[in-house]
């Protein structure tokens, strides 16, 4: 069973921890500080009673006895204080005072001294929590009943106390939380790092400084980003080298194809080894573009849409009525130039090649994201594809003879920069035809 107050993340653990761990110490502490501030007050009550008492035995039993009712009147008592005279010890309605407190209270009543022939000759002291009787017999026969209030200790009860541990409970639980945060700092700027690790292997490294656990993880971590960067840089380099020693090969064989006799032969030949090359050349965009470390910096995303279409006018004259932007004039993001614009001339040169038009729209930042949506007219993807099209070098059935030249790198490369980027794309077919491509990118 899970426990409802348990927090899931590990700061609100260990804070969680330790505050109560906090709580602990502070009601141990109170509860000492209690304990020790109620004996002194005990002793205090006790030696203040003890004085008071035997002073009023005094006052009273120094003055001969028809005088002694009169000196009663005169006595300054303090609130809760009854002060008898009986001929007989009173029943007491209250039990025996506990043995400690009587204790207490007779040591302290022989701090007033009295001459021998005044000294009580019998002294009975009861009481119950808050209140204490004290019968003393006269040594001329009559007794002396005093009760008075006892107030119970209350440790707590000054503002002054409850005011400095207010301010210690809150200065130690700001403390805590504040040291729990400052500590596990470095463990979201790890988890942020393997995110941007995961969009950009050429991601600036850790600082490897901090406590000695933090910096070996940065360091084990950067050491980790620097063999997945030489590994994905190796492969690269793989794959270009061999586009790059295909060329030759290639070229020598058109060379020997033009001199085929069978006019037929040698024109399939010859469109095949085209196709080839132009796949090689492809590769080797895809492997220089993957090297590439072009910096990301501000650029303004609606003008760069707009060249994009610009250019796809230029090089196909006869469709620039059917190129279209909607949007705002001017969009700033952080991306890389070359790299985003490539990105988007790939898809709009698909829309141009598949569906003969390209409608670029461009929504202002919504939620940290902004959205370029490329549209075309055509037949769009048959469903059946839908999920293969981003894979190298396939292309849907539909285009695979038709005269359009792709090498179906296209896609795959897009997707790539703004997966880099921290985008992404994904086509979908719109309900009333055509393709839509959605590119996503952080604002
Ligand atoms: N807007 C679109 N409408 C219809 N089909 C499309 C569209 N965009 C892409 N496709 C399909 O997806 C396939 C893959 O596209 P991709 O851009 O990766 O390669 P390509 O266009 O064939 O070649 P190139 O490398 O020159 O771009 C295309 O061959 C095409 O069949
Ligand atoms: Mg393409």
Known sequence: MRLRFWPASLGGRTALVLLVGLAVVQIAGLAIHALDRIDLLRLAQA????VRVMSIYRAVAIRPPEARAAAIGELDLPPGTQVRLEADQPPEALLPAPPPLQQLLRSNMRVIPLPPELRPTRIALFGHPGMVAVD??????PWLHIRTMLPLPRPWHSPSFLAAFLVMTVAAAALTMWAVRRLLAPVATLAAAAERLGRDVNADPLPEDGPTEVATAAAAFNTM????????QDRT??????GHDLRTPITRLKLRAEFMEDEELRR?????????EAMVA???????DATSTEPLAPLDLAVLARTVLDEAADARPELAERLHYEGPEHLAVRARSMSLKRALANLVSNAIAYGGSARVTLSPP????????IEDDGPGIPPA?????????????GSRNRETGGVGLGLPIARNILRAHGGDVTIANRPMGGARATVLLPA
Do not use: C
Request: hydrophobic residues 45%.
């Open 225 to 232: 980003a620097a063999r997945i960067r030489r590994f994905v």
């Open 268 to 276: 399939k030949m010859l469109a095949d080894l085209d196709e080839l």
């Open 237 to 242: 380099f793989m794959l270009t080298a061999i």
């Open 385 to 397: 594809e839908m999920d293969r099209i981003f894979q190298p070098f396939h292309r849907a059935e």
């Open 366 to 373: 919504h939620e940290g994201t902004v959205q370029v949506d």
């Open 136 to 141: 003393m017999h006269l040594p001329d026969g």
């Open 47 to 50: 030696r203040d009673l003890g």
């Open 282 to 288: 492809a590769t080797l965009t895809f492997g220089r």
